[in-house]
């Protein structure tokens, strides 16, 4: 089984691009603490490549900017190479699956989602109800 589930900040706008087969993809990377304190008395940050495709990948664009709370599911995948001085490296992406959205909640408010558009509208977007509307069935 290779699932991991991590809930940190985006470092970075993310980037949607095309693959060359018409796919769409985006990377971004995420910012996790540790639980625990260094010998300076401060939590360590951990750095995570992230990347996404198709409308997984739109929605990230479109709803997470640069500093967005967010979870992430997926799984751990590594790359290796050689460089020009014949040293192998590896590196570590997560390939999600899944994301959504992880703000804070502040005062017992209900949290609002980062947009790139703006904020969103505090009522989800529907229209609001009067008190004249009791023909509801329920």
């Known amino acids: 089984m290779n699932t991991i589930v991590i809930l940190g900040n ?73 460089s020009e001085g014949n040293e192998t490296h590896k590196s570590w992406t997560i390939h999600a699956s899944q994301v959504d959205f992880a703000e804070r909640r502040t005062n017992g408010d209900t949290p609002v989602p980062a947009r790139k558009d703006g904020p969103k509208e505090p009522d989800g977007g529907f229209a609001k109800m009067s008190e004249e509307d009791d023909d509801l069935p329920f």
């Open 10 to 82: 985006i470092g970075q706008e993310p980037e949607l691009k095309m693959s060359k087969s018409g796919t769409s993809y985006c990377r971004f990377s995420i910012a996790t603490s540790r639980r625990f304190k260094n010998e300076d008395g401060e939590y360590d940050t951990d750095w995570h490549d992230v990347v996404c495709f198709g409308k997984t990948a739109e929605f990230v664009d479109k709803y997470f900017s640069k500093g967005s709370r967010i979870a992430v599911q997926g799984e751990l995948q590594s790359s290796t190479w050689i």
